[in-house]
T-cell receptor, first 113, second 113 residues
Framework: AQKVTQAQTEISVVEKEDVTLDCVYETRDTTYYLFWYKQPPSGELVFLIR??????QNEISGRYSWNFQKSTSSFNFTITASQVVDSAVYFC??????????FGPGTRLSVLP | DVKVTQSSRYLVKRTGEKVFLECVQDMDHENMFWYRQDPGLGLRLIYFSYDVKMKEKGDIPEGYSVSREKKERFSLILESASTNQTSMYLC????????????FGPGTRLTVT
């Protein structure tokens, strides 16, 4: 069965702290795709990153970084020096060729000033 | 930039009313999706369409129908709205199914009284 787990329901940090959002997925397929989305209070899901199962290289984009580890079936997301504007719900998703997305339940991040 | 628009941000309807939620995308995407988002349940797929006049049931199609007469437009229909359909409805589109990101609209928060 395909499944995405985001064990952290809610996280609260103080501005400038680093924070890591966990994502663990389950699949027996060897080819799959992983995504992260951000949903700010306005409601629209914003695409952040896509990773395919053959590319385990970590990615950094400004204050955001992603750590993909096939050995532990994890695709974790770290925000460095968090800011209030990072407050949102973050979703991890899993998909496969020709199939629909499987979304995790989301993690609500609150960054306090 | 891909743009997905939804006809209303907020909608209040009465039980038994027929409700239309409209979604339009401007990037010539083949695939379009309707999700509902509820606290603690994440995003659940209602229906999707991979071509004009084609539709497929998602995980929770009961009480809903859809229409796709033109490539850019995908409508979600609640034939007889009920209070348990009070939710946030999100439309999305993608170029192909599975291996690429979906782009989301701003969402419609529907309240059925």
């Amino acid at each position: 069965a395909q499944k995405v787990t985001q064990a952290q329901t809610e996280i609260s940090v103080v501005e400038k702290e680093d924070v890591t959002l966990d994502c663990v997925y389950e699949t027996r397929d060897t080819t799959y795709y992983l995504f992260w989305y951000k949903q700010p209070p306005s409601g629209e899901l914003v695409f952040l990153i896509r990773r395919n199962s053959f590319d385990e290289q970590n990615e950094i984009s400004g204050r955001y970084s992603w750590n993909f580890q096939k050995s532990t079936s994890s695709f974790n997301f770290t925000i460095t020096a968090s800011q209030v504007v990072d407050s949102a719900v973050y979703f991890c998703a899993l998909s496969f060729y020709g199939q629909n997305f499987v979304f995790g339940p989301g993690t609500r991040l609150s960054v306090l000033p | 930039d891909v743009k997905v628009t939804q006809s209303s941000r907020y909608l209040v309807k009465r039980t038994g009313e027929k409700v239309f939620l409209e979604c339009v995308q401007d990037m010539d995407h083949e695939n379009m999706f309707w999700y509902r988002q509820d606290p603690g349940l994440g995003l659940r797929l209602i229906y999707f369409s991979y071509d004009v006049k084609m539709k497929e049931k998602g995980d929770i199609p009961e009480g809903y129908s859809v229409s796709r007469e033109k490539k850019e437009r995908f409508s979600l229909i609640l034939e007889s709205a009920s209070t348990n359909q009070t939710s946030m409805y999100l439309c999305a589109s993608s170029l192909v199914t599975g291996e690429v990101e979906q782009y989301f609209g701003p969402g419609t928060r529907l309240t059925v009284t």
